[in-house]
């Protein structure tokens, strides 16, 4: 009973929400990308690899651009004018070079499926275990690290209070002071569902995801439309990866990902590729992921709060996988009648 009792404790605070807000951050980005694949057909199962990438390359591109403004001196010892300069040209430059890194990722997965006809599926799980060891070997080559890019001083993405909503008991400590990109994530969410239900190449996008063949009937380039959807979700994900290495740490660690793009996947699938419905089930996971966090500094296995997340993903796929059968037996038997 005092178990439960310290647990609810620890839950019900504002802080704990807002740690589920930043949580939840990279798994909607990726999420996010996993809508735009689907919409358009594919399943694209490199989500984790792709962030992982924009992760390095917004940390690479950040620290070689602040070094380069710096001309070498120390961030520490140079004029705090030419510091805070480089610095915001710095947070710019990663930015831009790993949301250009997630995007070419997934057009390199839309070369394979598309272009090649290679099954996406395998494909997807060839580039997340590429580039598990790959951006390893590649932060080696550039700065000579290991597993972590110690030695690259990158940018970190401002924390911004909100106007009103920061005096305001409870609800300022949970909204208020978050990271830019967590707020970024949500506005994402209304960005999509205008691309896909507002915007002509949205109703291409769903057209081809749905009947290809009819898509190509009326004129519909289904290749191209394939592509953009492809590129978008790279963009989404490049979105998630900056997240992770330029947010709450301004580093790259092997593996930092730690399966946020499966959840992510998993949270597209429980909201049925619908932007709104995948927020929810993002946010939902982020929570598990955020009780996990909490559970650590109580007398817990770790075994068992590191599988929390998990096992709370395996449920929601099942959930998916329920929802799904009974639309399909709804369909059977309104074609019946």
């Known amino acids: 009973m005092e178990f439960w009792s310290n647990l609810f404790e620890l839950l019900f ?12 951050t990279p798994i909607l980005f990726a999420a996010l990308g ?11 199962l490199a989500l984790e690899g792709t962030m992982l990438t924009a992760a390095l390359f917004a940390v690479i591109g950040s620290a070689l651009t602040k070094r380069a403004v710096l001309g070498g001196v120390s961030a520490a010892l140079a004029d705090p004018a030419l510091a805070a300069k480089a610095n915001f040209v710095g947070i710019i430059a990663g930015f831009i070079v790993g949301t250009v890194a997630g995007v070419l990722m997934a057009l390199f997965l839309a ?3 598309v272009g090649l006809k290679a099954d996406a599926y395998l494909a997807g799980l060839a580039i997340n275990t590429m580039t598990t060891g790959g ?3 590649i932060l080696y080559m550039v700065a000579g690290d290991k597993g972590i890019s110690s030695s690259l001083d990158s940018g970190s993405m401002p924390f911004i209070d909100l106007p009103i909503i920061k005096d305001i008991p409870v609800i300022g400590e949970i909204f208020s002071g978050q990271n830019i990109m967590t707020y970024f994530s949500w506005i994402c969410v209304a960005l999509v569902y205008f691309i896909l239900f507002k915007t002509a190449t949205g109703l291409r996008i769903r057209a081809v995801g749905e009947t290809p063949s009819a898509a190509e009937s009326v004129g519909v380039n289904v290749k191209k439309v394939q592509y953009i ?9 490049g979105f998630g990866g900056v997240s992770l290495s330029m947010s709450y740490v301004q580093f790259f660690s092997r593996g930092m990902t730690a399966g946020k793009g499966f959840i992510g996947m998993s ?26 966090n909490v559970m650590q500094s109580m007398s817990i296995p770790v075994q068992f709060v590191q599988a929390i997340p998990y096992v709370a993903t395996l449920v929601g796929l099942v959930v998916f996988a329920i929802q799904s059968e009974n639309k399909v037996k709804k369909l059977k038997a309104k074609q019946a009648k």
């Open 34 to 44: 996993g809508i735009m694949a689907r919409r358009c057909g594919i399943m694209n």
């Open 111 to 113: 070369y394979m499926a």
């Open 267 to 292: 949270a597209m699938n429980l909201g049925n590729a619908s932007p709104v419905g995948t927020a929810v089930a993002a946010f939902l996971f982020g929570f598990f992921d955020a009780m996990a």
């Open 229 to 237: 959807a492809m590129a978008l979700s790279g963009l989404f994900c």
């Open 13 to 24: 605070t504002p802080a704990f929400a807002a740690s589920v807000l930043r949580i939840t």
């Open 135 to 137: 951006t390893v070997f």
